[in-house]
């Protein structure tokens, strides 16, 4: 019995382990982000404040510029992703940002 229980404690003790180093390497991809780049058929692409579509314009980007995509949201049955593009930080739609360049 008492054997049963030292294994016990063993594979917990992995378990939390494995939880704990998993939980890091997930919040370390999460703040690393990806690069994306702004696609769309309109000519003027909004980066706005909050994400929401009328919310106050941070800056107009240009079509093909490299973004940096740090996090997502979905607001009113869009999708959106928070990005820095060079010193400027913002949401923009999701489906106007695509992963190759133009």
């Known amino acids: 019995m008492r ?4 294994i016990t404690a063993v594979l917990a003790m992995i378990l939390l ?3 704990i180093y998993l939980s890091r390497e997930a919040r370390a991809k999460k703040e690393e982000g990806f690069t994306g ?5 309109n000519s003027v692409i909004y ?3 909050e994400p929401e579509p009328a919310s106050h314009i941070v800056t107009i980007l240009e079509l093909g510029q490299q973004v940096f995509i740090t996090d997502e949201a979905d607001s009113r049955g869009l999708s959106w992703y928070q990005v ?9 739609l999701a489906d ?4 190759d360049p133009p």
């Open 3 to 6: 054997r049963l229980w030292m």
């Open 17 to 19: 382990a494995t939880t």
């Open 37 to 41: 780049y702004v696609v769309g058929l």
């Open 47 to 49: 980066l706005r404040e």
């Open 84 to 92: 820095r593009a060079g010193d400027n930080e913002g949401w923009i």
């Open 96 to 99: 106007r940002i695509g992963v």
